[in-house]
């Protein structure tokens, strides 16, 4: 029986639950979307699938309010999705808002890392400050 600290598995669902397959996709805000592209693609080759929104039509007001609990005057300027590896997705979005904040601190609540794995960790040591900018547990 489980308790609020722990979760029965079952090796089926109830008839009630949907099924998961796993992570589809992790969603990261970023400041400059082709720079984050760019990123992505030269530290972990990550491949770019498609453009959800374009700059040439942003989503914003009620619609975007609603689904994310932003301000109404919020617009997501961009939103690209990524592929990398065999791993999920990533949905790069490019939204503005009037009360932006600073990413949040590992000691916040929330998403704080995203750990990558590679079957060649000296090519990913030279790749990833190249297109960072920076070595791995440096800041900037």
Avoid at 35 to 60: K, Y
Avoid at 61 to 76: D, I, K, N, W
Avoid at 101 to 113: C, E, F
Avoid at 126 to 131: F, M
């Amino acid at each position: 029986m489980a308790t609020d600290t722990t979760v029965e598995r079952t090796s089926m669902p109830n008839s009630t639950q949907p099924v998961m397959h796993g992570i589809e996709h992790v969603g990261i805000t970023v400041p400059d979307l082709e720079a984050a592209s760019r990123f992505f693609a030269q530290a972990f080759g990550a491949e770019i699938l498609f453009d959800n929104i374009t700059r040439d039509a942003p989503v914003q007001g009620e619609h975007l309010a609603a689904m994310f609990g932003v301000p109404a005057a919020t617009r997501a300027v961009a939103s690209r999705f990524l592929r990398l590896g065999n791993g999920p997705g990533l949905e790069l979005l490019e939204i503005v808002a009037s009360d932006q904040r600073p990413a949040a601190r590992p000691s916040d609540y929330g998403l704080q890392h995203i750990a990558m794995s590679t079957t060649w960790p000296p090519r990913a040591s030279v790749l990833w400050p190249r297109a960072a900018g920076c070595v791995p547990g440096q800041t900037r």
